[in-house]
């Protein structure tokens, strides 16, 4: 797998931090789609403008989807991950949350500042990474995001490079039920 780390993703937690040092961000990795596939997959209608947002970046292993609204995120994630991987990053005033999937399966979630209530079937197969990340200290004061960021490349074997997130290569939306 990857050796990514917090400096490899520093310029993403950068541009999704406001001045005050809030960050929103919702992106899911996903392991060997295509921006096309990983539509098809959550139902977005490329091009749509009504309903939730979605961006997806291509990038080298995979693809990126960026959602406008959170809720989504969780909802569309199980699909994604049928036959391969995903890693969700959510960050706004109120969540600070990873999750990785497994062929459909939630095996591992966690708040980056709880990592000890994590939760799902498996919840320690990103150990090793977690610790040398450190997001698995509750105590922490650094800034965790540009770490999580670092733990999903980790978790998926897709890189999201900056000239990767300059322009989506794929818009859309999904309609809320």
Same mark, same amino acid.
């Given at each position: 797998?990857?050796?990514? /780390?917090?400096?490899? #993703?520093?310029?993403?937690? !950068?541009?999704?931090?406001?001045?005050? @040092?809030?960050?929103?961000?919702?992106? /899911?990795?996903?392991?060997?789609?295509?921006?096309?596939?990983?539509?098809?997959? *959550?139902?977005?209608?490329?091009?749509?403008?009504?309903?939730?947002? &979605? @961006?997806? #970046?291509?990038?080298? @292993?995979? /693809? &990126?989807?960026?959602? !406008?609204?959170?809720?989504?995120?969780?909802?569309?994630?199980?699909?994604?991950?049928? @036959?391969?991987?995903?890693?969700?990053?959510?960050? =706004?005033?109120?969540?600070?949350?990873? $999750?990785?999937?497994?062929?459909?399966?939630?095996?591992?979630?966690? $708040?980056?500042?709880? #990592?000890?209530?994590? =939760?799902?079937?498996?919840?320690?197969?990103?150990?090793?990474?977690?610790?040398?990340?450190?997001?698995?200290?509750?105590?922490?004061?650094? !800034?965790?995001?540009?770490?999580?960021?670092?733990?999903? !490349?980790?978790?998926?074997?897709?890189?999201?490079?900056?000239?990767?997130? &300059?322009?989506?290569?794929?818009?859309?939306? *999904?309609?809320?039920?």
């Amino acid at each position: 797998m990857s050796g990514a /780390t917090a400096a490899d #993703y520093a310029w993403l937690a !950068e541009l999704c931090t406001d001045g005050d @040092g809030d960050a929103g961000l919702c992106l /899911t990795f996903v392991r060997g789609l295509s921006p096309d596939e990983a539509f098809r997959r *959550i139902g977005a209608v490329p091009d749509a403008t009504d309903g939730c947002r &979605v @961006g997806g #970046y291509s990038a080298h @292993g995979g /693809t &990126v989807l960026e959602y !406008e609204w959170a809720g989504m995120l969780w909802e569309q994630s199980v699909p994604l991950s049928a @036959g391969t991987v995903a890693a969700t990053v959510f960050v =706004d005033l109120k969540h600070d949350d990873f $999750c990785y999937l497994v062929d459909g399966r939630r095996v591992s979630s966690f $708040c980056w500042f709880a #990592y000890s209530l994590r =939760d799902g079937v498996f919840p320690d197969p990103l150990l090793a990474d977690v610790h040398e990340l450190g997001l698995d200290r509750d105590d922490s004061t650094e !800034e965790p995001l540009p770490n999580a960021l670092a733990l999903a !490349e980790r978790a998926t074997g897709v890189r999201l490079q900056r000239a990767d997130f &300059v322009r989506p290569s794929l818009m859309g939306s *999904i309609r809320r039920a």
